[in-house]
């Protein structure tokens, strides 16, 4: 089965091709069937934006579309960045500069109690709508460590690992995170549609 996803971020896809690929699933980009689709990310849950853009991508490409919506919620920010994780502080900003504005707006502030979150949406061209939540429960480190990951890997402290994402392998990090945990779902929710 092949599953177009629904975003150009390579690293992300990476992610997905590596716990979906083990199900059997092949997963490709947009761009790889033709499809340039730059979704509005307008809804104000990441069950509303993962639904715009695997609904608008299946559209376009008529074939089973697959999308993540996911970001970082901070219990001292009333959970931001949440559905801005990947806007905070404007355009100008790369991942770097966002998570360096994230340690600097929770200076002071307390408890660093944080979790990341993602929503996976799989929208068929008949109309069905699979959805998957994962979430995984961190803190925000007080300095970037580790050099692996994205985002805001290198704040995102595990205190039971005492590593932050960004120093753990791919496997690892997979096994226990959000989008690790929303793919599991995904994976068992699929099995069952597919019978
Ligand atoms: P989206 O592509 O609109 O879902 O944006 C998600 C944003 O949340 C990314 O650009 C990252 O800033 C952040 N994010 C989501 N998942 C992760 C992760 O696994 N590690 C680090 N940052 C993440």
């Not at 490709?28 to 990441?46: I, K, N, R, Y």
């Not at 905070?88 to 979150?117: H, I, Q, S, W």
């Not at 709508?129 to 595990?158: H, K, M, N, S």
Request: proline share 4%; aromatic share 8%.
């Amino acid at each position: 089965m092949k599953l177009v996803l629904a975003s150009k971020n390579q690293k992300k896809l990476k992610e997905m091709q590596e716990i979906l690929n083990q199900l059997g699933i092949e997963v490709c980009l947009q761009s790889e069937v033709g499809v340039d689709v730059d979704v509005e990310e307008t809804g104000a849950t990441f069950e509303e934006n993962s639904l715009l853009k695997a609904s608008a991508v299946m559209k376009a490409s008529g074939l089973p579309a697959i999308a993540d919506d996911s970001g970082l919620c901070v219990d001292a920010l009333n959970g931001a960045p949440g559905v801005y994780s990947a806007r905070y502080g404007g355009e100008g900003l790369d991942d770097t500069g966002r998570y360096r504005l994230l340690l600097e707006n929770m200076r002071g502030l307390g408890p660093r109690t944080a979790k990341f979150v993602s929503v996976i949406t799989c929208c068929f061209p008949n109309g069905d709508v699979l959805t998957a939540r994962g979430e995984c429960p961190g803190t925000i480190a007080f300095a970037p460590q580790g050099e692996g990951g994205f985002g805001y890997d290198p704040v995102f402290w595990l205190p039971e690992r005492k590593k932050t994402f960004a120093q753990l392998s791919a496997e690892e990090k997979n096994a226990i995170s959000h989008r690790g945990k929303a793919l599991e779902i995904f994976r068992e929710k699929l099995t069952q549609y597919l019978k």
